[in-house]
C-alpha cells in the first residue's frame, strides 16, 4: 500500500498540493510585477527578460487593459519559485512512482488464484469430506491346511491367510453394508474405519440374488468402539442419465478413494452371482476397479443412492461401463436382514423348465401340428407349496412319454414368456397377497386348455445355500446341489 500521514491522507495527494500551492504563489508574483509595469505607464509595451520562467512554458496573460502584454520575470524569486516547483514535482513522482511499486506485489499475490478452488471443486472436496468417514475397508479371511515350520521340521497346521478385500459402508451405528461376494465363503472379516482403526465383524445375514450382506461390529471393549457415522440415503427412483454421481471405495487396497461421473443408464440387467438377473441396476461411467464392490454410489449431495456391485468388461478392467444396486431395492433388502435375519420373498412353490428347454419343446409341438408354448412350463411342484394347494399340475412321464405339466402364462395379468419374468412377478407381491394365475394345460388330446386360480403366497424357504455366519454354511432341503448357473432350473 502506498505510505500515507498518521491522519490517513496518502503522500501523492500531499505532493499534488504543494504544487498547486507553489503554482497559486508564481501567478500571484508575476501578477504583482505586472501591475507594476502597467503602473509606470508601460501601455501596450512588451517587456522581455532574460526569464527561465518562459523556458518553462509558463505564460501570464494581462488583465483586461493591458492587451497582449507577456511578462517574463527572470529575477531570483521566480527563479527560487521554478526550483522549488521542480522539487515539488520530482518529490510528487518519485513518492508516487515508490509508493506505485511497493503496492505492485501485494496486487499480484491478489490476483494469484492458483491455490484456490472453485466452486464445484470446492463442493466435491467438502462431500469427499462429509462423507469418506462412513466408507469401510473390508478384509477377509479364510483358514487353510498348509505346511508350518516347527521345532522339528515341518508339519500340517491351519493356518489364516487373507482371501480378499472389498468396500463396505456404514449404514447405522453397528451395522456395515457390502457385498455378498465379498464375504462369501470367508471364515472371518475385519472392518477398517477411515481413521485406520480395525474392527472385528460378524455376519448378520445375507442375500445372495441381490449381492447384498450386512455385518455387525463387534468391540472388544465396551468403550473402544468408535462413533459410527452412516450416510444419508437418497432415492433411486428419481434418478435421471446425465445426473453427476461420485463412488468412494478401496480399489486395489487403496483405502478413501474417490471417483466421479454420471448416470449412464437406469434399468439395466445383468447376471449376478447366483446366475439370477438382477433388475433395475443403475449404469454409471464412474471408475469401478477391484476393491470397490460393496461401496457406496453417491449423488451430487452426498446420499446414497446405490451399492456397486460390477463391470461390464471384455478384458476385466474397467472400461467405463459400471452397475450398482439402487438404493431402494438395498433399503429394501437390508432392513428384512436386520431385522430377520434373511431377506423374506413371497414364494410359489414351482420348479421351472429352462427357457431353451421350453422353446425347443414348442417347435416340437408345432412342427407335430399342434399349439406352441408360449409361457413358462412347470417341472415339478413342491409338496405342501401355494401352487400344490392351488392345484397347478407338474410334467409326469407316461409310457407314451412326456405329458407336460401347466403352462403358467400371466400372473395377475401381467404376461410372463420367461422364467424371469415369472420371478419378477412374484417378487412384486408381498408375503400372504394371493394373486390369480393364468395357466394353459396341455392333456392328452392336444388341445390347450386355459384357466385360471388363485394362489395365495407364502414366504421363499431358501432356495441357495446361505451362510449363515462365517465359517458356517446351510444346506437346502429338497433340491441338492445348487449351481449358479442359469441353464440350471429355476425354483420359485
Sequence with gaps: ???????????????????????????????????????????????????????????????????????SDSGPQASRLVSSLGLALAAGTAVSLAGSSRSKPAKAATDDLSHELSAEEQRTVALFDRCSGSVVHINTFVKEQGIVRGMRGFHLDMQEIQQGTGSGFLWDSEHVVTNYHVIKDADRATVVLADHTSIEASLVGAEPDCDLAVLKVVSSKANSQPDLKPLSRGQSGNLHVGQKVFAIGNPFGLDQTLTSGIVSGLGREMRGITGRLMRGLVQTDAAINPGNSGGPLLDARGRLIGVNTMIASPSGAFAGVGFAIPVDTVVRIVSQIIKFGKAKHPYLGVFLAPDHVTQKLSSQLKR?????????????????????????????????????????????????????????????????????????????????????????????????????????????????????????????
Excluded at 503554482?23 to 500571484?28: D, E, F, R, S
Excluded at 527578460?49 to 483586461?64: H, K, M
Excluded at 407338474?394 to 412326456?402: D, F, K, L, N, W
Aim: aromatic content about 4%; charged content about 20%; some cysteine.
Design 1 to 71: 500500500p502506498s505510505p500515507s500521514l498518521s491522519c490517513g491522507i496518502p503522500w501523492p495527494f500531499v505532493c499534488v498540493s504543494g504544487t498547486v500551492l507553489m503554482l497559486q504563489q508564481l501567478l500571484n508574483s508575476a501578477s504583482r510585477r505586472r501591475s507594476s509595469l502597467l503602473a509606470a505607464g508601460s501601455r501596450g509595451l512588451m517587456v522581455r527578460q532574460r526569464a527561465p520562467l518562459a523556458e518553462t512554458g509558463i505564460s501570464v496573460r494581462p488583465f483586461a487593459g493591458a492587451s497582449a502584454a507577456k511578462i
Design 368 to 492: 407335430q401340428g399342434q399349439t406352441g408354448l408360449e409361457g413358462v412350463l412347470v417341472l415339478s411342484i413342491e409338496p405342501g407349496s401355494p401352487a400344490d394347494q392351488a392345484g397347478i399340475k407338474p410334467s409326469y412321464q407316461t409310457r407314451h412319454g412326456v405329458q407336460l405339466g401347466d403352462e403358467i402364462l400371466a400372473i395377475n395379468g401381467k404376461k410372463v414368456s420367461a422364467s424371469e419374468d415369472l420371478m419378477a412377478a412374484v417378487e412384486e407381491h408381498d408375503i400372504g397377497q394371493s394373486v390369480e394365475v393364468t395357466i394353459q394345460r396341455h392333456d392328452s388330446s392336444g388341445r390347450p386348455q386355459v384357466s385360471r386360480t388363485t394362489v395365495k403366497l407364502s414366504e421363499r424357504p431358501d432356495r441357495l445355500i446361505r451362510q449363515t455366519s462365517f465359517g458356517h454354511r446351510g444346506e437346502v432341503a429338497g433340491i441338492g446341489p445348487v449351481s449358479g448357473f442359469p441353464e440350471h432350473r429355476s425354483k420359485l
